[in-house]
């Protein structure tokens, strides 16, 4: 076959030209290979690559074995082409043409390196990367990013919605405060400033303040509460724990900064703190003293009683079995756990006192109370014998033991049954009254002292809470006997009841600890007078101070016993008028007493203000009120500045 | 480039001193000063500790804008690097005083997180500058990175040359090795200063295990592009450690300076934060 090539040729300036050259071939060849009829440059092209024949007037173009080729864009293994058609060779392109007029050619091919590429340097720009940045991966747009994230994540999302607000919290609040940890407001009630004092006292409101009112302690009436009690420092962190010296800073030299205080100083309860002083109220109206514990110092309840005759016994109680009589047996711990119950005669005496009038009557006994109503209880009791004719008494005047029940008395049986029942409650009462009576085994009498004008009873003002400053929980005590804190309460019969085991605590060789260092029988207390509260050295056996170490002693901060709030002084805030404060803080049921006692106070009697104004007196707190609401009594001598008669007790609520 | 030991050693380690003091004092008044509930970030010494904080990021800030301005007068831009390195290594001390030890998973530890990483990518930043450029120049040995590139062209064209005759077995492995090698490229392998699927390697792999018969002169041809490829080889491991060093020199400052950024965000955000629920 006749082929016209046309090589199309790009000249520097821009111009193309072609090239035509006729050759005679039997089938034409194209490749790379400098022996093809058509060789074109370009590695990507194979020595041989495709093969153009003629047959029956028709061009086809054939693969060579192994290769494929590109015909208007398909790629095929061979197929038939005509004029038009376009085949794609590395950077070649052949184009089939008609073959022109008058040229003596079957077939015109035209060919051009359309895709010449660039140089090799421009080619390998192309394939090299270099620098780390790239799109948004530059320093400049990952900034903005972090920017964009941090602003709107953490500062616009959350100020809008406040669900997302956790992450603003600098850590997680106390366990107290958890509950309202959701709830910013609850406490950040204003934005831009710290957390107000009022914003706290909204809860707790009747917070006290440490110092009484007059002390006017400005600068700690007015402190603000996250001053001390830092939030947001984790679940388990104690907010009133401020750590050994916030105390000590002032109480070391107490003296130095308050002159008017006659507080003694302390430090640290192992080495720097006073003997302790039991506040004793002489006068509810008047004034509380604290006394030191000196050995003849006696508390006038007006009750006798003896530890030593009772601790020990054994009797048979409220059950039929014997048992030894022990502390608990009197002694039961209040359901706080603090402090102890009052002892009560029905509960804790009259097992083995029953107040019997009558031993021929089973159920002639009294209960225990006024020696007035108990009077009336036994006429009442001999009065009804006579009316339901039950009068049985050997000693009775005939007519009343032949007496029909419910037949009117007349006057003569009155008269009779009057002096009977007279001569009945007469026999009653030399029995309670007359030693060794029953009454008089515990209570001091008081003849006309009744409110009939009968037989009566010294009042009785059982010292309650001892050491009213400071807390005491007897519960946390409950590993170590009574014995070990008040010895002179422990004794033990010495013959001792060989069918009943020994309570543990009475065996010293079988304390499981090692804290018992006293003898139970040191100085046993017989009188109810004597006062069995430890002192200090009994509490350091086993207390130091908080900074003490070491493993053989209980740290022991300030606040372990000492409260820094001290409710009864009124609210924390500015200091004000002690009559203002009255009106603008109503007490609470332990608080000030001062509304309620002072309308009892008469004359020239001291206000209560006045009447505490001595630091050292027993604050009138919530600690220094017994349970019942009495002011706790006791007398550091016998002499009663006050007549127990009339003045009895202020009720404080 | 600022070469570290120029800036390190500045004026006999002034800004190492005034660091060193600064934290020292902090320390001083951090243990000196025991409030009432205990050491906190809101106690006067944590504020002022955290306004000098504060103050000290916003400064070293500032070198990001000095840096670029040539006209500027005052201390020299080696003063600013040296009290730039020395001040904010102190943060990481300086802070934790300020917050007395307090982190938890909040915005506020989130600010110090952050400044962490732009104080451990700036230590990293000065390690690397103290380290690569020497290995740099030795790999580099007098040619330049530009140079070594138009001696791979040349080689790319000269084997260009090598296969026309030769068959298609080598024309695919030169056309292999020229457009499957890259070099460069993505993060990973500009740092790694390897390509483990480099068309080069390739090619000559392909071509020493040739099995094509050849006769003597095409036999030359194939001594000739094979030592050319080895050449270019060899070349190209040159040029991607060099690659690889000026990425660690870069890498440390795409992390510093986001970072930083970030750390200004999260530190505005805490301030406000602090003051909105004082």
């Known amino acids: 076959m006749k082929v016209r090539l046309t090589e199309v040729r790009l000249r520097p300036t821009g111009k193309k030209v072609r090239l035509d050259r006729d050759i005679e071939v039997e089938s034409l060849f194209v490749g790379r290979g400098p022996d093809n009829d058509l060789s074109l440059k370009g590695l990507t092209i194979s020595l041989h690559q495709a093969t153009f024949r003629m047959a029956d007037g028709r061009l086809y173009v054939e693969a060579a074995a192994g290769q494929e080729v590109n015909v208007n864009g398909l790629v095929t293994g061979g197929e038939r082409i005509g004029p038009g058609d376009v085949l794609k060779l590395g950077s070649w392109e052949l184009r089939v043409l008609q073959p022109e007029e008058g040229a003596e050619v079957d077939v015109a091919l035209e060919y051009e390196e359309t895709d010449r590429g660039q140089s090799e340097r421009a080619s390998l720009e192309e394939r090299t990367t270099l620098g780390l940045e790239s799109g948004i991966f530059a320093r400049r747009p990952l900034a903005w990013i972090a920017i964009g994230t941090i602003l709107i994540g953490f500062l616009l999302v959350p100020l809008f919605w406040s669900p997302a607000q956790s992450p603003w919290n600098t850590g997680d609040v106390s366990r107290g405060h958890a509950y309202v940890e959701s709830d910013c407001q609850k406490c950040h009630s204003g934005f831009f400033q710290a957390v107000q004092n009022d914003d706290c006292m909204t809860c707790h409101h009747d917070i006290g303040r440490h110092s009484p009112l007059e002390m006017r302690m400005a600068e700690l009436d007015n402190a603000d509460c996250g001053t001390c009690h830092l939030e947001h420092r984790g679940r388990q962190v104690d907010l009133a724990d401020l750590g050994s010296g916030f105390c000590s800073d002032c109480h070391s030299d107490l003296g130095g900064k308050l002159a008017e205080t006659s507080l003694r100083d302390a430090s640290d309860f192992g080495e720097d703190h006073p003997p302790f002083q039991l506040a004793l109220v002489t006068n509810p109206l008047l004034e509380a003293v604290s006394v030191d514990v000196t050995d003849d110092l006696v508390e006038i309840s007006g009750l006798e009683f003896s530890h030593l005759r009772h601790v020990g016994k054994a009797v048979t109680g409220r059950g039929d079995s014997k048992q030894y009589l022990q502390c608990g047996a009197c002694h039961e711990p209040d359901a706080g756990g603090l402090y102890m119950k009052p002892v009560v005669f029905e509960e804790h005496c009259q097992d083995c006192h029953r107040l019997d009038f009558d031993a021929t009557a089973p159920s002639g006994f009294t209960p225990h109370g006024d020696p007035a109503d108990i009077r009336a209880k036994i006429r009442g009791f001999y009065a009804t014998r006579v009316l339901s004719g039950e009068v049985k008494d050997a000693e009775a005047p005939r007519r009343l033991r032949m007496r029909r029940p419910g037949a009117r008395l007349s006057s003569e049986e009155a008269e009779l049954s009057r002096r009977w029942v007279e001569s009945k409650v007469e026999r009653a009462e030399r029995r309670f009254y007359e030693r060794p009576g029953t009454c008089d085994l515990c209570h001091e009498l008081d003849p006309g002292g009744a409110s009939d004008g009968g037989m009566g009873v010294a009042p009785v003002q059982v010292q309650d809470i001892w050491v009213p400053g400071s807390v005491f929980s007897h519960g946390s005590h409950a590993p170590f006997a009574c014995v070990k804190c008040h010895p002179g309460a422990a004794v033990f019969d010495p013959e001792p009841d060989s069918a009943l085991p020994r309570p543990e605590w009475s065996m010293k060789d079988s304390i499981p600890y090692e804290l018992i260092l006293r003898e139970p029988t040191t100085r046993v207390s017989n009188e109810a007078g004597d006062i069995l509260i430890p002192d200090i050295t009994v509490c350091r056996e086993c207390h130091a101070g908080a900074d003490a170490w070491g493993g053989e002693t209980v740290p022991s901060p300030c606040s372990m016993c000492h409260p820094f709030h001290v409710r009864g002084n009124g609210p924390m805030g500015p200091s004000v008028t002690s009559g203002s404060a009255a009106a603008t803080s109503p007490p609470e049921r332990s608080g000030e007493p001062a509304a309620d006692a002072e309308p009892t106070a008469e004359g020239d009697a001291p206000s209560i203000h006045e009447a505490h104004s001595d630091h050292a007196a027993m604050p009138a707190n919530h600690l220094g009120v017994s349970r019942d609401g009495y002011v706790g009594i006791g007398r550091a001598d016998a002499d009663l500045p006050w007549n127990p008669h009339t003045d009895l007790f202020v009720r404080l609520n | ?278």
């Open chain 2, 1 to 278: 480039m600022i070469g570290p030991r120029t800036f390190l050693e500045y004026q006999n380690y002034r800004y190492l001193k005034v660091a060193l003091s600064t934290l020292f004092l902090s320390i001083v008044v951090y243990v000196v000063d025991d409030p009432p509930g205990g050491r906190s970030g809101s106690s006067w010494t944590g504020y002022g500790l955290g306004t000098i904080a504060a103050a000290t990021i916003f400064w070293l800030m500032w070198l990001g804008i000095r840096k670029r301005s040539y006209s500027a007068t005052g201390a020299s831009l080696k003063g600013w690097v040296s009290a730039h390195v020395y001040l904010g290594t102190g943060l990481l001390f300086l802070v934790p005083l300020h917050s007395a030890f307090e982190f938890g998973w909040n915005v506020h530890t989130l600010a110090y997180a952050l400044m962490c990483v732009v104080c451990i990518s700036g230590i990293l930043g000065v390690a690397f500058y103290a380290l690569v450029p020497t290995s740099m120049t030795r790999n580099r040995n007098n040619i330049t990175l530009d140079a070594m590139l138009e001696r791979i062209a040349e080689i790319d064209s000269e084997c260009r040359m090598a296969a026309d005759g030769l068959p298609d077995y080598y024309a695919h492995a030169v056309v292999t090795s020229i457009d499957d090698t890259r070099i460069g490229g993505t993060f990973r392998s500009q740092l790694s200063g390897k390509d483990a699927d480099c068309g080069t390697s390739r090619a000559l792999r392909s071509l020493r295990t040739s099995e094509v018969d050849l006769d003597d002169e095409a036999k030359e041809q194939e001594r000739k592009l094979i030592e050319l490829i080895a050449r270019k080889e060899l070349l190209l491991k040159q040029i991607r450690r060099d690659v690889r060093f000026k990425g660690l020199l870069d890498l440390w400052l795409i992390v510093h300076v986001p970072f930083a950024f970030a750390t200004c965000a999260a530190l505005i955000v805490h301030i406000f934060v602090v003051f909105w629920y004082h």
